[in-house]
């Protein structure tokens, strides 16, 4: 969309001490936290992607429902708790449900901990990664900005501060 292009632009023309940025990003940070919690690693690549890349966007935004109810829901009720959620916020889709058993069969890992108010733990933890990424950028005297499950950094630091993600055990993609 026309937003997200505009947005992601303008952030390629941010300086730090008159250095471009590079945005790195913790790919499916909350994904990666539930697995993480099970002393699992997730699987390779984008944890979205696995189906149709024309539904990767609507595999995403379920996935964040399905990992972030209001309430403990059981499979069934849980998913279509998240069916009503996602007609309510987003286009209606066809296949939801097809789309949601591919995301639970291709994390089945993970699976028990779908469908439960997981919002407020995961986003404590992110926020501690990110304020140890930024520390250790500090203590190595780089610039780091988070933004949201990422932050930009002066380009000629991306090596490193992708070690700063490494060492909290999270994937990241610049």
């Given amino acids: 969309n026309v937003w997200n292009w505009l947005i992601l632009s303008l952030a390629r023309l941010i300086t730090i001490e008159g250095d471009l940025t590079a945005d790195i990003d913790g790919k499916g940070m909350h994904v990666q936290l539930l697995y993480r919690n099970k002393g699992l690693t997730m699987p390779d690549g984008d944890p979205y992607l696995f189906a149709d890349p024309e539904k990767r966007k609507v595999a995403k935004q379920l996935m964040v429902l399905m990992i972030n109810t209001q309430r403990e829901f059981g499979l069934e009720e849980g998913r279509k708790a998240v069916q009503r959620t996602y007609r309510k916020h987003y286009d209606e889709q066809d296949g939801l449900e097809d789309l949601m058993l591919r995301l639970e069969g291709h994390h089945h ?61 999270i994937e990241a993609a610049v």
């Fill in 109 to 169: 890992a993970i699976t028990e901990d779908f469908y439960k108010p997981n919002w407020g733990h995961l986003q404590g933890t992110e926020a501690a990664i990110m304020l140890s990424i930024m520390e250790r950028g500090m203590e190595d005297g780089v610039v780091v900005l988070p933004v949201h499950d990422g932050c930009l950094c002066p380009r000629k630091h991306v090596e490193k501060v992708k070690r700063y993600f490494d060492q909290e055990g």
